[in-house]
Protein backbone atom coordinates (compact mmCIF):
# COMPACT_ATOMS: atom_id res chain seq x y z
CA UNK A 1 0.00 0.00 0.00
CA UNK A 2 1.27 3.17 -1.03
CA UNK A 3 0.38 6.87 1.40
CA UNK A 4 1.52 9.95 1.44
CA UNK A 5 4.10 11.45 3.80
CA UNK A 6 2.52 14.62 5.64
CA UNK A 7 5.18 17.25 4.60
CA UNK A 8 7.06 15.75 1.87
CA UNK A 9 7.45 16.81 -1.99
CA UNK A 10 4.39 14.60 -4.02
CA UNK A 11 7.77 12.11 -4.86
CA UNK A 12 7.92 11.01 -1.22
CA UNK A 13 6.23 7.92 -0.74
CA UNK A 14 5.60 5.26 1.71
CA UNK A 15 5.76 1.58 1.18
CA UNK A 16 3.87 -0.45 3.75
CA UNK A 17 6.03 -4.09 4.14
CA UNK A 18 5.19 -7.12 6.41
CA UNK A 19 6.86 -5.71 9.65
CA UNK A 20 6.48 -2.08 9.05
CA UNK A 21 6.26 0.70 6.40
CA UNK A 22 9.63 1.96 4.31
CA UNK A 23 10.10 5.83 3.38
CA UNK A 24 11.02 6.39 -0.62
CA UNK A 25 11.65 9.07 -2.67
CA UNK A 26 11.79 9.02 -6.63
CA UNK A 27 13.47 12.18 -8.69
CA UNK A 28 13.15 12.35 -12.39
CA UNK A 29 10.97 9.44 -13.56
CA UNK A 30 12.17 9.65 -17.38
CA UNK A 31 15.41 7.21 -17.10
CA UNK A 32 16.95 4.02 -16.51
CA UNK A 33 16.12 3.77 -12.38
CA UNK A 34 19.48 4.05 -10.11
CA UNK A 35 18.87 3.04 -6.42
CA UNK A 36 20.63 5.12 -3.73
CA UNK A 37 21.54 3.58 -0.53
CA UNK A 38 22.86 3.51 2.75
CA UNK A 39 22.81 2.04 6.04
CA UNK A 40 22.24 3.54 8.62
CA UNK A 41 22.57 6.76 6.25
CA UNK A 42 19.09 7.88 5.11
CA UNK A 43 17.56 8.79 1.82
CA UNK A 44 18.35 12.90 2.98
CA UNK A 45 22.21 12.16 2.60
CA UNK A 46 22.03 11.10 -0.88
CA UNK A 47 19.40 13.77 -2.00
CA UNK A 48 22.11 16.43 -3.40
CA UNK A 49 23.81 13.16 -5.86
CA UNK A 50 20.11 12.17 -6.64
CA UNK A 51 19.35 15.63 -7.81
CA UNK A 52 22.49 15.66 -10.12
CA UNK A 53 21.28 11.94 -11.45
CA UNK A 54 17.89 12.84 -11.85
CA UNK A 55 18.80 14.53 -14.86
CA UNK A 56 18.81 11.38 -16.76
CA UNK A 57 17.41 8.79 -14.79
CA UNK A 58 14.93 7.73 -12.48
CA UNK A 59 16.35 8.39 -8.64
CA UNK A 60 15.01 6.10 -5.61
CA UNK A 61 16.52 7.32 -2.75
CA UNK A 62 15.38 5.20 0.77
CA UNK A 63 15.43 5.34 4.79
CA UNK A 64 16.92 1.51 5.62
CA UNK A 65 14.43 -0.31 8.14
CA UNK A 66 14.28 1.59 11.09
CA UNK A 67 16.14 4.55 10.61
CA UNK A 68 14.43 8.00 10.20
CA UNK A 69 11.02 7.38 8.33
CA UNK A 70 11.18 4.28 7.78
CA UNK A 71 9.42 2.52 10.67
CA UNK A 72 9.27 -0.75 12.07
CA UNK A 73 6.40 -2.74 14.22
CA UNK A 74 9.25 -4.36 16.01
CA UNK A 75 11.83 -1.32 16.83
CA UNK A 76 14.08 -3.95 18.52
CA UNK A 77 14.55 -6.34 15.27
CA UNK A 78 17.93 -6.86 14.25
CA UNK A 79 19.05 -4.82 10.63
CA UNK A 80 20.30 -7.49 8.41
CA UNK A 81 21.96 -7.37 4.91
CA UNK A 82 19.07 -9.54 3.90
CA UNK A 83 16.27 -7.80 4.80
CA UNK A 84 17.62 -4.66 3.62
CA UNK A 85 17.94 -6.48 0.18
CA UNK A 86 14.63 -7.57 0.75
CA UNK A 87 13.14 -4.02 1.14
CA UNK A 88 15.23 -2.76 -2.05
CA UNK A 89 13.80 -5.71 -4.15
CA UNK A 90 10.52 -4.47 -2.88
CA UNK A 91 11.05 -1.25 -3.72
CA UNK A 92 12.67 -1.76 -7.39
CA UNK A 93 9.42 -4.87 -7.86
CA UNK A 94 6.65 -2.11 -6.93
CA UNK A 95 8.18 1.29 -9.03
CA UNK A 96 7.99 -1.15 -11.90
CA UNK A 97 10.87 0.50 -13.50
CA UNK A 98 13.91 -1.88 -12.96
CA UNK A 99 15.88 -3.38 -14.42
CA UNK A 100 18.20 -0.97 -11.74
CA UNK A 101 21.72 -0.34 -10.99
CA UNK A 102 22.00 0.06 -7.55
CA UNK A 103 24.62 1.75 -5.72
CA UNK A 104 25.12 1.13 -2.11
CA UNK A 105 28.04 2.95 0.03
CA UNK A 106 29.32 1.70 3.32
CA UNK A 107 26.63 -0.73 4.96
CA UNK A 108 24.22 0.36 1.88
CA UNK A 109 27.02 -1.56 -0.30
CA UNK A 110 26.66 -4.49 1.58
CA UNK A 111 22.75 -4.49 1.24
CA UNK A 112 23.37 -4.22 -2.48
CA UNK A 113 25.61 -7.29 -2.58
CA UNK A 114 23.61 -9.32 -0.88
CA UNK A 115 20.43 -8.16 -3.29
CA UNK A 116 22.70 -9.25 -5.88
CA UNK A 117 22.83 -12.24 -4.50
CA UNK A 118 19.03 -12.44 -3.34
CA UNK A 119 17.35 -10.85 -6.70
CA UNK A 120 19.92 -10.71 -9.14
CA UNK A 121 17.15 -10.68 -11.87
CA UNK A 122 16.32 -7.08 -10.37
CA UNK A 123 19.32 -5.59 -11.34
CA UNK A 124 21.17 -4.21 -14.44
CA UNK A 125 24.74 -3.44 -11.89
CA UNK A 126 25.81 -2.88 -8.98
CA UNK A 127 28.18 -0.33 -7.57
CA UNK A 128 29.42 -1.21 -3.77
CA UNK A 129 31.22 1.82 -2.51
CA UNK A 130 33.68 0.72 0.17
CA UNK A 131 31.36 -1.81 2.07
CA UNK A 132 32.73 -2.62 5.59
CA UNK A 133 33.41 -6.09 5.21
CA UNK A 134 35.94 -7.11 7.97
CA UNK A 135 35.07 -10.89 7.79
CA UNK A 136 37.44 -10.57 4.28
CA UNK A 137 40.77 -9.08 6.30
CA UNK A 138 43.49 -11.28 7.81
CA UNK A 139 42.87 -8.94 11.30
CA UNK A 140 39.40 -10.04 10.96
CA UNK A 141 39.40 -11.65 14.44
CA UNK A 142 41.01 -7.83 15.99
CA UNK A 143 38.48 -5.87 14.05
CA UNK A 144 35.60 -8.40 15.32
CA UNK A 145 36.96 -8.48 19.17
CA UNK A 146 37.43 -4.34 18.60
CA UNK A 147 33.51 -4.00 16.98
CA UNK A 148 32.21 -5.35 20.12
CA UNK A 149 34.52 -3.29 22.62
CA UNK A 150 33.02 -0.11 21.09
CA UNK A 151 29.55 -1.17 20.72
CA UNK A 152 29.45 -2.47 24.49
CA UNK A 153 30.40 1.01 25.16
CA UNK A 154 27.93 2.82 23.34
CA UNK A 155 25.05 1.24 24.80
CA UNK A 156 26.66 0.89 28.60
CA UNK A 157 26.25 4.58 27.64
CA UNK A 158 30.02 6.18 27.00
CA UNK A 159 29.06 7.87 23.78
CA UNK A 160 31.74 9.59 22.69
CA UNK A 161 33.84 6.61 23.64
CA UNK A 162 32.13 4.44 21.45
CA UNK A 163 32.65 6.84 18.51
CA UNK A 164 36.10 7.19 19.21
CA UNK A 165 36.48 3.90 19.20
CA UNK A 166 34.60 3.61 15.83
CA UNK A 167 36.58 6.39 13.82
CA UNK A 168 40.18 4.94 15.35
CA UNK A 169 39.19 1.63 14.25
CA UNK A 170 38.13 2.46 10.52
CA UNK A 171 40.94 4.39 10.43
CA UNK A 172 39.57 7.86 9.92
CA UNK A 173 41.11 10.98 11.93
CA UNK A 174 39.06 13.13 13.34
CA UNK A 175 40.68 15.38 17.04
CA UNK A 176 39.03 14.48 19.89
CA UNK A 177 37.83 17.45 20.60
CA UNK A 178 35.78 17.38 17.31
CA UNK A 179 34.16 13.88 17.91
CA UNK A 180 33.19 15.54 21.20
CA UNK A 181 31.38 18.54 19.93
CA UNK A 182 29.69 16.18 17.88
CA UNK A 183 28.81 13.29 19.79
CA UNK A 184 28.54 15.06 23.60
CA UNK A 185 25.87 17.13 25.20
CA UNK A 186 22.29 17.62 24.16
CA UNK A 187 21.29 16.21 20.38
CA UNK A 188 18.56 15.81 18.44
CA UNK A 189 16.46 13.04 19.24
CA UNK A 190 15.81 11.41 16.46
CA UNK A 191 19.40 11.10 15.14
CA UNK A 192 20.34 9.76 18.73
CA UNK A 193 17.70 6.98 18.28
CA UNK A 194 19.22 6.03 14.52
CA UNK A 195 22.39 6.02 16.37
CA UNK A 196 21.35 3.89 18.90
CA UNK A 197 19.82 1.68 16.42
CA UNK A 198 22.74 1.03 14.38
CA UNK A 199 25.03 0.22 17.31
CA UNK A 200 22.62 -1.96 18.74
CA UNK A 201 21.51 -3.82 15.63
CA UNK A 202 23.05 -2.77 12.81
CA UNK A 203 26.97 -3.02 13.03
CA UNK A 204 27.62 -5.89 14.11
CA UNK A 205 24.98 -7.88 11.31
CA UNK A 206 26.50 -5.57 8.71
CA UNK A 207 30.27 -6.01 9.30
CA UNK A 208 30.33 -9.44 10.28
CA UNK A 209 28.27 -10.41 6.56
CA UNK A 210 30.56 -12.46 4.47
CA UNK A 211 29.41 -12.67 0.84
CA UNK A 212 28.58 -15.32 -0.89
CA UNK A 213 32.09 -14.67 -3.98
CA UNK A 214 31.43 -17.45 -6.37
CA UNK A 215 27.29 -16.01 -6.52
CA UNK A 216 28.76 -12.44 -6.90
CA UNK A 217 31.26 -13.34 -9.40
CA UNK A 218 28.44 -14.80 -11.57
CA UNK A 219 27.40 -11.49 -11.21
CA UNK A 220 30.90 -9.86 -12.26
CA UNK A 221 30.34 -8.14 -15.25
CA UNK A 222 27.90 -6.18 -13.11
CA UNK A 223 29.70 -5.93 -9.97
CA UNK A 224 31.89 -2.51 -9.05
CA UNK A 225 33.68 -1.92 -5.98
CA UNK A 226 34.33 1.40 -5.28
CA UNK A 227 36.60 2.89 -3.06
CA UNK A 228 37.06 6.92 -2.23
CA UNK A 229 40.83 8.43 -4.15
CA UNK A 230 40.86 10.18 -0.33
CA UNK A 231 40.32 6.66 1.59
CA UNK A 232 43.83 5.06 1.15
CA UNK A 233 44.58 3.06 4.18
CA UNK A 234 41.63 3.40 5.57
CA UNK A 235 39.49 -0.16 6.91
CA UNK A 236 37.11 0.39 3.91
CA UNK A 237 40.11 0.67 1.47
CA UNK A 238 41.28 -2.25 2.50
CA UNK A 239 37.84 -3.93 3.01
CA UNK A 240 36.54 -3.02 -0.86
CA UNK A 241 40.18 -3.86 -1.87
CA UNK A 242 39.83 -7.54 -0.53
CA UNK A 243 36.61 -8.22 -1.76
CA UNK A 244 37.55 -7.05 -5.61
CA UNK A 245 40.26 -9.61 -5.18
CA UNK A 246 37.63 -12.12 -4.11
CA UNK A 247 36.14 -11.10 -7.36
CA UNK A 248 38.98 -11.25 -9.58
CA UNK A 249 37.89 -7.35 -10.82
CA UNK A 250 39.96 -4.07 -10.14
CA UNK A 251 38.42 -1.33 -7.62
CA UNK A 252 37.05 1.73 -9.20
CA UNK A 253 38.19 5.03 -7.63
CA UNK A 254 35.40 7.34 -6.83
CA UNK A 255 35.91 10.97 -5.87
CA UNK A 256 36.74 12.04 -2.22
CA UNK A 257 36.84 9.97 0.87
CA UNK A 258 33.87 7.22 2.43
CA UNK A 259 31.06 9.96 1.80
CA UNK A 260 32.27 11.42 -1.65
CA UNK A 261 28.92 11.51 -2.91
CA UNK A 262 27.75 14.04 -0.15
CA UNK A 263 30.77 16.08 -0.34
CA UNK A 264 31.16 16.60 -4.40
CA UNK A 265 28.07 15.03 -5.76
CA UNK A 266 28.28 16.38 -9.18
CA UNK A 267 31.78 14.76 -9.60
CA UNK A 268 30.97 11.63 -7.70
CA UNK A 269 27.69 11.21 -10.46
CA UNK A 270 30.24 12.35 -13.36
CA UNK A 271 32.44 9.08 -12.27
CA UNK A 272 29.07 7.15 -11.91
CA UNK A 273 28.17 7.90 -15.38
CA UNK A 274 31.45 6.74 -16.97
CA UNK A 275 31.48 3.74 -14.91
CA UNK A 276 28.42 2.80 -16.19
CA UNK A 277 28.76 3.86 -19.78
CA UNK A 278 27.96 1.12 -22.14
CA UNK A 279 31.73 0.15 -24.30
Not at 100 to 109: E, L, Q
Not at 119 to 144: G, K, S, T, W
Not at 195 to 207: D, S, V
Amino acid sequence: MITDTPGATERARTLEVPDGRLYYEVRGETGPLVVLVGAPMDADAFGPLADVLAADHTVLTTDPRGIHRSELHNPEQESTPELRADDLARLITHLDAGPAVVVGSSGGAVSALALAQRHPELLRAVVAHEPPLIELLDDRDELRAGTERLVADYLGGDVVGAWKGFFAQAGIMIPEPAVEQMFGGERDARQVADERRWFAHELRRTTFWTPDAAALRGESGRVVVGIGEASAGQLCDRTARALAGRLGIEPTLFPGDHTGFVDAPDAFADRLRAVLRPD
